[in-house]
Every structure is written in C-alpha cells, then in structure tokens.
C-alpha cells in the first residue's frame, strides 16, 4: 500500500522474476481440477478455495514445471513466496504509474511520505531509519526533492552537523494528491476478498513480516 517501506533497495520493485518469466507456457496438469460442488458460499462472497484444489495462475504452472525437473525437492515454498513476490511486483508497478507521471520515484515518494505521516520534521538519520534506506541514498534524495522544491532543510541551532528536514506547501501537496489515488487502486484490488478474509490475509502476513524482519535484525520505524 502506501506504507511501503522495507523493500529491498529504494526505488525497485520486486520483479518476481523467480515465478513470472518461465510461466507463459505453463500448462494446468490433468486430474487437478478442484472437486465439484466444493467450498461455494452463499451469494454475493467470492468462493472460498478448497484445501488441496487446483491453482491456476502464473506461480502454478511454474511450480508445476519445477517439479517435473526435480519431483524430489519439496515446491511449497514457492505456492507462497512466489505469489508475495509476484503480487508484490504486479502492484509496485502500478501503483508507480501516479509516480512517474509527478517525475517521482518510488524511494522518492516514500520520504516525502515519511515526511507526512510522521508530521513533524525529521533529520536525515530518521529519515533513513523510517524509509529502510542508507544515509547515503537519503542524503542524493534530499538533494533532489530540495532542488524541485518539495522539502527544506534548516540547520541545529546547537549542532550545525544536525538538519532537520520539513516538507514544503508544494511537497504535502504532492503526496496528498498521489496518496488518494493510490488508495483506490487497492481497494480495487481487494474487492474479491470480503473484510473477513482481508483481515486474515493481513494477518498472515504481517506474522511473515515479522519473522523477515526478526531474522534480518531489522528496526521498525519509531511511531
């Protein structure tokens, strides 16, 4: 969504490459149909999968065909980390668009963000910590966004070493015009899946979170 922050490096999707690029010709194995008359729900909620059925999309038939090449290695991973990156992938690209079309990028627009959800300014260093990026990277993004006007920086008045950082009227102006867009689009995106499930799904996935980021030694943002 729109906290999108923890990403692998700034600016670039996920490209999902391990489950996309190999699918095109992917083929829905014989006797793997879901069974008939099986996990329908009552009208007007979308079906419930059944356990064990067959999957049909593009991490389907790359699991399939990896395990024709190697029947003996254990594919289930893939079921789950294939369809994150792929979806992942999917939704950066076109959540982007809005980016693009400001000359933003997406590491760009995740400072600017910081900037705004936090409310208050920030100096480089938490700036760097709220958006998973190095001091380095912050320092050529600040430049820029300073440059087009989008944030200022003033001096500590104690520490001339310390900026802090502020958005402009242009810069709050920005992001508050992307943000609503952007937001749509996942409430689109999520229609098919009652608040039940989107609930269990955010749920499931933030236990994931955890876990990558408990393994990685990664701080969260301060609140």
Same mark, same amino acid.
């Given at each position: 969504m729109t906290a999108h922050n923890g990403r692998p490096e700034q600016g670039e999707a996920a490209s999902g490459e391990?489950?996309?690029?190999?699918a095109a010709a992917a083929r829905t194995a014989p006797g793997e149909a879901a069974a008939e008359g099986h996990g329908r729900p009552s009208s007007g909620t979308a079906p419930r999968p059944v356990p064990g059925a067959?999957?049909?999309?593009?991490v389907a038939g790359v699991v399939r065909q990896w395990r024709t090449v190697h029947p003996d290695l254990d594919t289930g991973p893939m079921e789950i980390i294939g369809r994150v990156n792929r979806c992942a992938a999917l939704l950066q690209q076109a959540e982007d668009a809005p980016l693009r079309r400001a000359g933003l990028s997406r590491a760009?627009?995740?400072l600017l963000g910081a900037l705004r959800r936090t409310g208050h300014e920030l100096t480089p260093s938490e700036l760097a910590r709220e958006t998973f990026s190095s001091g380095a990277a912050v320092t050529k993004r600040l430049k820029q966004l300073t +440059? !087009?006007?989008l944030v200022e920086r003033r001096g500590d008045t104690r520490d001339r070493r310390v900026a802090h950082v502020h958005l402009t009227d242009a810069?709050?102006?920005?992001?508050?015009?992307?943000?609503?867009?952007?937001?749509?689009? +996942? !409430?689109t995106v999520l229609a098919g899946l009652d608040s039940e499930r989107q609930d269990e799904l955010a749920g499931l996935l933030c236990m994931l979170l955890g876990r990558l980021e408990g393994r990685q030694g990664l701080a969260r943002p301060a609140r």
């Open positions: 391990a489950v996309a690029g190999e067959a999957r049909d999309d593009t760009e627009f995740d +440059e !087009r006007g810069g709050r102006d920005l992001v508050d015009g992307i943000l609503p867009e952007q937001l749509a689009y +996942e !409430r």
